[in-house]
């Protein structure tokens, strides 16, 4: 490729990335702010304009997740220039098609998995193609995979632990007080989700975006993330988060147990608590897991009923996550490898918006907004007809 069209790639492939992030903050906006929602601490607009100011605030606090994303999961020493650039795109296609699946059936999927899912496709046919390892199998398994086994354990472990607490020290307190007292200790609590969630997911952009650069020779691998990269990924997830994905929202704060102020605040506080640590740790953890994990674990510390065949669909959608979109990111690569150059990569665009376009056009006929999102929760299949005599 010309200069003219390597760097008409590198606009296609930044543009991609920073659609993902949009994507990625609307989709995981209920992680932060569906137990506020539902409990009514925060009206439902209120709520993701705060969540999304604060993901904005939180992008810049940290970028080891960011580190992780460009050197632990494609081997840039293997695939380099627009090889690595062709593995970008196609991977970040490959997240946000998934993305776009799991939020118009209403799943709380991992927007990482999605991510990393697509990715490790493309590299992966990139290595077999060329006879080259692309991922980086060991980081994978480490810092990916088992984080995502374990996450949704430890994660509901604690949150059912401070249920079970918080039920036991406020057991003499009125109601109406006690209610009153914890809707407020949510609005802080799912303040510091939001903020979490900024300092984790966000950054898993900034790191494609990285990758992007170094393909294109703009930087090397050592070099530090620019402020740009930082900025334009922090202003996508926001306002991602700020036009709100009611339909995951619904699920997570209607659909998988009937949610109290009390277990609300001891589940953002338990996925705030964990997010921060995987942050600081370079981990780059999903939140989507995390904020599930903690809702079950309030559900089963205060032993109210749980709806598990949504949770056995959430569970699911969870372990087919990073298969699917690496399916859909390697039939992206062999796309562009078998147009070539410029060609390829415009293909995979104009395929990737005719099915979101599609996707969006489908959601509108079952359309959930803030004012239904709160609506009682029914079954997936209607009750039998009663017959009148």
Not at 98 to 117: D, I, K, R, V
Not at 351 to 369: D, E, F, K, N, P
Request: proline share 4%; net charge neutral.
């Amino acid at each position: 490729m010309d200069t003219v069209e390597e760097t008409t790639v590198l606009v296609l492939v930044v543009g991609t990335a920073l659609l993902f992030d949009f994507t990625n903050g609307f989709h995981d906006t209920g992680n932060a702010m569906a137990t506020s929602i539902a409990t009514r601490a925060l009206p439902p607009r209120v709520a993701v304009l705060l969540s999304a100011v604060l993901n904005l605030v939180g992008a810049f606090l940290s970028i080891q997740v960011a580190k992780t994303v460009g050197g632990d999961v494609v081997d840039l020493s293997h695939a380099e220039g627009q090889a690595l650039m062709f593995i970008v795109f196609a991977g970040l296609v490959g997240g946000i098609i998934w993305n776009l699946l799991t939020w118009l059936l209403g799943l709380p999927s991992s927007s990482s998995h999605a991510l990393f899912g697509g990715l490790i496709g493309a590299a992966l046919i990139w290595g077999i193609v060329n006879g080259e390892s692309g991922v980086k199998w060991g980081s994978t398994v480490g810092k990916v995979i088992i984080p995502a086994v374990l996450s949704p354990v430890i994660a509901a472990i604690v949150a059912a632990i401070g249920t079970w607490l918080i039920y036991r020290i406020t057991a003499r307190v009125p109601r109406h007080v006690e209610d009153r007292g914890f809707r407020w200790g949510q609005i802080g609590s799912a303040s510091l989700v939001s903020l979490a969630h900024g300092t984790n997911d966000a950054q898993k952009t900034m790191g494609v975006v990285f990758l992007a650069l170094v393909a294109h020779q703009a930087l090397t691998p050592d070099d530090a993330i620019p402020f740009w990269v930082k900025g334009a990924c922090a202003l996508a997830i926001a306002l991602g988060t700020y036009l709100g994905g009611w339909r995951v929202i619904r699920t997570l704060g209607k659909g998988l147990v009937e949610i109290a102020p009390p277990q609300g605040l001891a589940a953002e506080a338990s996925s705030a608590a964990i997010i921060l640590t995987s942050s600081h740790l370079g981990l780059p953890l999903s939140t989507t897991h995390v904020a599930t994990g903690s809702i079950l674990g309030t559900g089963l510390g205060r032993g109210a009923e749980v709806r598990w065949s949504v949770a056995g669909r959430m569970a699911i959608a969870w372990l087919i996550t990073l298969p699917a979109a690496g399916v859909v990111g390697a039939l992206c690569w062999a796309i562009e490898n078998a147009l070539g150059g410029l060609a390829g990569v415009i293909v995979v665009f104009l395929i990737l918006m005719v099915l979101s376009g599609w996707m969006y056009l489908h959601s509108r006929r079952t359309a959930v907004s803030a004012h239904n999102v709160n609506d009682e929760w029914e079954p997936a299949e209607p009750p039998a007809a009663t017959v009148l005599d």
